[in-house]
């Protein structure tokens, strides 16, 4: 499955409705086949130096819990708005979405592996899961 088929669909949404609906159905299911039980996720415990450094890491809870308390680095971007603002995420190198516990951030990113960013994947147990078991934590006085 890949960008081709989903762009298929979404002519075919254009012109024949329910030729679209029977065409992105079938891009989904052929997705969901394909991935694996890990796919797009990443936990706590393995976000160590390494990873924490060279990760892109984006907040997708809301501007007033991200001013509130983040992972240092980390930009924000609404999970609703991730399709649209798939542009601002790299198509290399890891980018690591999360919200508080990750439900939210998991169906961002879902949506942007079918819109083919492959490189996309979600912090299982979100920020929350982060504070309290992340392999590494930046020391809070120096930054990342």
């Known amino acids: ?25 079938e891009a989904v299911t052929d997705y969901m086949d394909f991935a694996t039980y890990d796919a797009g996720i990443i936990v706590p415990q393995q976000l160590d130096k390494a990873v924490f450094e060279s990760a892109l890491f984006v907040d997708t809870r809301d501007a007033g819990q991200f001013k509130a308390g983040t992972i240092p680095g980390a930009i924000n971007i609404d999970w609703r708005e991730i399709p649209g603002r798939l542009d601002e995420l790299p198509d290399t190198g890891m980018v690591i979405l999360f919200c508080n516990t990750g439900s939210l951030s998991a169906q961002a990113v879902f949506a942007a592996r079918l819109l083919g960013k492959e490189n996309v994947l979600v912090l299982q147990t979100g920020f929350d899961g982060w504070k309290h078991n992340a392999a590494w934590l930046p020391d809070p006085n120096g930054g990342r």
């Open 1 to 25: 499955m890949g960008m081709k088929r989903l762009l298929i669909a979404a002519a075919l949404a254009v012109s024949a409705p329910a030729l679209a609906d029977e065409a992105l159905f």
